[in-house]
């Protein structure tokens, strides 16, 4: 799909380290939806982690990871997650508004599935 319009709350220059943050970015896809994600880069992760004294990032919204925040970079990452049907950028969005509108159940019945044929193939 593609990306009719990117946007940023922030001004770019105004970064002081591009290569060590994160930054919301407003999306908005041919068919109309509008997508608000947070663009990080590895280092500002890794500073997290320091910070917060801990070894790894908690399970909450994934954020789209660039090397560094310029413009180009993000939008080479936001058009990747937009290709096809932007199942992933849109998959990360609503994930991100609110949990609830992930259906869990159908989540497990696909897990089950899967696990059946996985035990089908390797103890045929």
Not at 26 to 39: A, C, P, Y
Not at 105 to 122: A, M, Y
Request: charged share 30%; glycine share 2%.
């Amino acid at each position: 799909m593609k990306v009719s319009k990117i946007e940023y709350p922030t001004v770019l220059s105004k970064i002081a380290d591009i290569d060590n943050n994160n930054i919301d970015v407003f999306i908005e896809l041919e068919d109309g939806t509008r997508i608000t994600v947070v663009v990080s880069t590895p280092d500002n992760l890794r500073s997290y982690m320091d910070k917060e004294n801990l070894n790894f990032i908690s399970a909450t919204q994934p954020d789209i990871i660039v090397k560094s925040l310029t413009e180009d970079n993000i939008k080479q990452a936001i058009e990747n997650y937009a290709e096809g049907d932007a199942f992933w950028l849109k998959l990360l969005f609503v994930a991100s508004v609110d949990r609830e509108f992930i259906d869990m159940d159908r989540i497990n019945q696909c897990l089950n599935k899967i696990k059946k044929e996985n035990h089908e193939l390797f103890d045929a």
